[in-house]
């Protein structure tokens, strides 16, 4: 056999690297396990299935995951012509018949002259190369264990709970003051030594806001659980759903994570009654993390009650809390921008695996790694889409976040560098950023 791009995984990333590298005269053998051993989510055989909403989100240039899909039509998409010719009425958002759409992405492949689809579960890491391997949130075990020898075992998560995550340019910083508890004992009440900054931003709660908060924590709606099992999945004492410390009583989160010791509220010169902190996100420091607030409430009671924070009230949340089943590899780790992975030349990693999450943002990734697959072939560099792209800067953020507050990101503007000045109008800021970064995007599409 000559030279070919082996792919492992035949979802939404799986399906648009092979695609990728098909189209670029390469031949490509993907292997997809279903129908003949299913998942716990998947229904059918069909390549590209969407599993739960049947949403890829809008189309429009305000929200990034429209502008992140104007790039992938730039490279040739295969998954957004077919999700445009099955699309359903849905507003903005490009929903899809999800029958229709993952049908006719099977029959595009299968019909493809330089694409092979072997019907096969990969049990243990081919020795094929270049491989890809795009074998999503639920990758069959088997391949987990493989995954986790390739990347060593404390670079694989199996579970993601994640708190909201915020922009910095949303919180009203006259409410939201910088200390941390860094060097405090529970006990103490000291306020900040002189020093470097602290790592914290604290939004300050008195007694009745913090019993409004704690009471609407309580009282909240929760989502339903994806997986059989998962709303009962083991939980560390740190990663107890917040809702479910608030119901615990009413000062459980007092002594929890909005302890306010070794604080000090600025404003007041004392103590606040509790405090809800933030932490950085990413290394442009644009994006901040509510500290404990991992959480599997519905995404309006998330938004709601995130609001009720001092210096919260105007949060923009670019992604939600939640806690799933999910498996993907510690990207800060062991990831190249190119999506080779670190001292594994030619073994690709693609999709929800990276740490990408989504309908849109999973074949986006796909999309590169097929790309570069392709050109390691023909004996050419990887490449990486400039930073103000929206697909440059998820990558950016998968190989750039510290290892150690790294978790799953879609597509949002708040992981752009920022602009040069503040613009508070959403539609207006989303346009400067998509006319930043379309003629970049075009040069990068040119020199390929
Ligand atoms: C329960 C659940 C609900 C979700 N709901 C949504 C949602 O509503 N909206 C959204 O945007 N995202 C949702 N996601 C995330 C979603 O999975 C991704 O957006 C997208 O499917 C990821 O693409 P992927 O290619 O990485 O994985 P997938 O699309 O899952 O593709 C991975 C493929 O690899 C195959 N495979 C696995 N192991 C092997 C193996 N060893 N050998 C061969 N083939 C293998 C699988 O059968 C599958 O076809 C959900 C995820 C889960 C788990």
Redesign the pocket.
Known sequence: MGPMVTI????????EAAWAAAQRGVRVRL????PG??????RTGN???????????SNRIENASGLLKEEMRGLGSLILPCAEAHRVPAGEALAVDAEAFSREVTERIDAHPLIEVIR????SLPSDRPLIL???????E???LALRDLVGGDCLAFFDAVAPTVTLESLDMSLVFRASRRGKGYDSDEPEEEGPPADYLNCPLDRDQYLALQQALGEAEVAEP??AGEERAPYFDACMPVEELARRGPRTLAFGPMRPIGLRDPRTGRRPYAAVQLRQENRAGTLWGLVGFQTRLKWPDQQRIVRLIPGLQNAEIVRYGVM???TYVCSPHVLLPTFELLGKPDIYL????TG????????A??MLAGLNAARSLSGLPGVVPPDVTVLGSLVRYLVETPAKRFAPM?ANYGILPPLPERIRARLEKARRYADRAKPAYDEFVRGL
């Open positions: 492992v995984g035949g979802g939404f990333a799986g399906s292997f997809e396990m279903r051993t299913p998942t716990a989510v998947h390549l590209a299935e969407p599993v739960c909403s049947n949403s890829l989100k096969e579960e990969v049990a795009a074998t999503g949130p639920l990758t069959s088997p391949m987990a994806h997986l799933h089943r999910n693609a999709g929800q695996i990408v999450e989504g309908y849109v943002e999973s074949p990734s796909g879609n």
